[in-house]
């Protein structure tokens, strides 16, 4: 069976791209202890099987290639988000988690009535905090008064609260985001225009969402999704995302501490590339150009945020 083949039943959708098997050792050296802050496993289907609600059918893309893929990267730890075609079944997560001998932290979704028991029984596997996600192409919308509902059940677990939305929406939730009271961290950016001028307008309204609220984090990843002009990170390109570089760059310098970088592996979605892996590696000391950001970045930050306990 091919690696990104999916079972259980489960076909996948029209013209997915499956991870790319096979990527180079990076040239970039990661620093001792670095964390890969941004994937997912999918299934497999056969044991944990796609949510009926999901908007895409992936391949499968299991723990043991993940956990793989981070040796063979250079990463020493993963954290794992909870994917949009498990819906809030969270159990092929909780599994990764549980393999992964401490070596992993979660993000799940759940649902406004999800009990403390529950929360509890995430919190042990290693879930440290909880995705909104308000990307239309992905999920129906879930009003705020559940998201309000469920802040106010994880906040005294000291978890966090991760969003993913696209920056043409930042105007309308910029006030919902600014009241959430824990820890928030976005993906991806918010997912700038990059054709657009990183001085201009939308990038600058992130950048005031980050600077009024000191508690946003963001995650520097995902040019691979983000890029408009390329060049694409494969056939040994050392250069690829050009156009990203600019907008990660200024939020890896302005909030050096408030950054996080992940693969985003197995890069779901994508429709006109899938990027090899040991070269979207070699894109970090682009945009975060010193050891000491690299530091932040890859190490101090994320231990920080899902490893507070020190382990
Ligand atoms: O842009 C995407 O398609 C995407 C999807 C998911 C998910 O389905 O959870 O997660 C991501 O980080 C990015």
């Not at 259980?8 to 096979?22: I, V």
């Not at 691979?224 to 050009?242: F, K, W």
């Not at 501490?257 to 590339?273: A, E, I, M, Y």
Request: charged share 25%.
């Amino acid at each position: 069976m091919a690696h990104g083949d999916t079972t259980g039943g489960f076909e996948k959708s029209a013209g997915w791209l499956d991870w790319y098997d096979g990527p180079t050792k990076p040239t970039f050296r990661l620093p001792a202890g670095a964390v890969d802050a941004h994937c997912h496993v999918f299934g497999p289907g056969e044991r944990f099987p796609y949510a009926p609600e999901r908007k895409y059918t992936p391949c499968d893309a299991s723990a043991e290639q993940l956990f793989a893929l981070r040796d063979h990267l250079g990463f020493d730890r993963n954290v794992i988000v909870q994917a949009t075609c498990h819906g809030a079944d969270n159990r092929a997560l909780v599994d990764a988690l549980q393999r992964s001998g401490g070596r992993a932290r979660g993000v799940a979704t759940v649902r406004r009535d999800v009990t403390e028991e529950q929360l509890a029984g995430l919190d042990a596997a290693g879930v440290r905090g909880v995705r909104f996600n308000f990307v239309k192409r992905l999920v129906d919308r879930v009003p705020t008064d559940s998201l309000e509902e469920i802040v106010g059940k994880i906040a005294p677990l000291g978890w966090h609260v991760v969003i993913y939305f696209e920056a043409e929406d930042l105007p309308e939730l910029y006030d919902f985001f600014s009241a959430i009271p824990t820890d928030v961290v976005v993906d991806h950016m918010g997912r700038p225009d990059v054709s657009k001028d990183p001085d201009g307008p939308e990038f600058a309204l992130f950048l005031r969402f980050m600077r009024e609220n000191t508690n946003v984090w963001t995650k520097v990843s995902c040019p691979e999704r983000l890029s408009v002009t390329g060049p694409h990170a494969l056939d040994g390109q050392q250069h690829a995302y050009t156009d990203v570089v600019p907008f990660a760059r200024r939020v890896v310098e302005e909030f050096p501490d408030r950054v996080l970088w992940g693969t985003d592996w197995p890069h779901p979605n994508l429709k006109d590339h899938m990027p090899d892996d040991g070269l979207l590696v070699d894109y970090i000391p682009r945009i975060a150009t010193t050891p000491e950001l690299q530091q932040k970045l890859l190490v101090d930050n994320p231990r920080r945020l899902y490893w507070q306990e020190g382990a």
